[in-house]
């Protein structure tokens, strides 16, 4: 059973930087891939990055690129969203998901998603 945990999140001003990590356990597959995606009260769960496991590339929403990336620790199976040039519009909570598969920037392709962890960015 493959599980994930999100960590890192917190309050932060805007312009400064927060780094989330997303632990996974149980994963047995040979190739797949790991996205991270936010949401906030009210709207739909929006695709922030993407990392695939078989090839190493990786894709970010529009919103985002430029200001995150997203990383992994094999050794550590750890993943990683290190997010710089906060502003109060990335203000959501995060979740780290996983598939057996292609990578894709929208939520209904995955099915294994961690509980979340709150960001928050004031002005």
């Known amino acids: 059973r493959v599980l994930l945990v999100e960590s890192g999140g917190g309050s932060v001003q805007a312009g400064e930087s927060l780094t989330l990590s997303c632990i996974v356990s149980g994963y047995t597959y040979t190739r797949g891939c790991l996205a991270w995606f936010r949401q906030v009260p009210g709207k739909e769960r929006e695709g922030v990055a993407s990392?695939?496991?078989?090839?190493?590339?990786?894709a970010y929403g529009d919103s985002v690129h430029g200001r995150f990336t997203i990383s992994e620790d094999n050794a550590k199976n750890t993943a990683y969203l290190q997010m710089t040039s906060l502003n109060p519009e990335d203000t959501a909570m995060y979740y780290c998901?996983?598939?057996?598969?292609?990578?894709?920037?929208?939520?209904?392709?995955?099915?294994?998603w961690g509980q979340g962890t709150q960001v928050t960015v004031s002005s």
């Open positions: 998901a996983t598939r057996a598969g292609d990578c894709y920037l929208a939520a209904s392709w995955y099915n294994i």
């Open positions: 990392f695939d496991f078989g090839t190493g590339s990786t």
